[in-house]
């Protein structure tokens, strides 16, 4: 009898681990993003942590080297806008006009972009 409970107390203790373990996971895997007015609305509580902000790239991109340079429009409100930094590799899609949704960290006025996620474009709705 004693031998059966250790091994049912063992199995609860795995199952909880396991339920844990994945509700952990899972949310760690949420993908919320921002859009430009919604991150600088909540500027002040999200400075210095990684989030994710979406908005149109604007036509001020400018590339030094390897560090890029340009400005996401808010995609209802096309007068509020977000200056991104972002060093590393570009991807090829990533043009003027193109939804962006980039990641990282707001501090002070700038969004220092970690990863650029370029959106698919229209090329894939069909012509009418």
């Known amino acids: 009898m004693l031998k059966k409970k ?3 107390i063992g199995g609860l203790i795995l199952i909880a681990a396991l339920i844990f373990l994945g509700y952990f996971s899972f949310m760690g895997g949420l993908t919320y993003y ?3 007015g ?4 909540e500027a002040n509580s999200i400075t210095g942590q990684t989030v994710r902000a979406s908005g149109n790239v ?10 890029l340079r340009f400005t996401i429009l808010d995609m209802s409100d096309s007068e509020t806008s977000l ?3 972002y060093s590393g590799a570009v991807p090829d ?4 006009g193109n939804q ?3 990641e990282g960290e707001y ?3 700038v969004f220092e972009a970690e990863a650029i996620i370029v959106k698919c474009g229209s090329k894939f709705i069909p012509e009418e």
């Open 93 to 96: 899609t990533f043009k003027v």
């Open 83 to 85: 200056p991104v930094v």
């Open 107 to 109: 501090t002070g006025g």
């Open 58 to 67: 604007a036509d001020d991109v400018v590339k030094d080297g390897l560090e």
């Open 34 to 36: 921002y859009e430009v």
């Open 6 to 8: 250790k091994y049912l």
């Open 100 to 102: 962006v949704v980039v």
């Open 38 to 41: 919604e991150l600088l609305d």
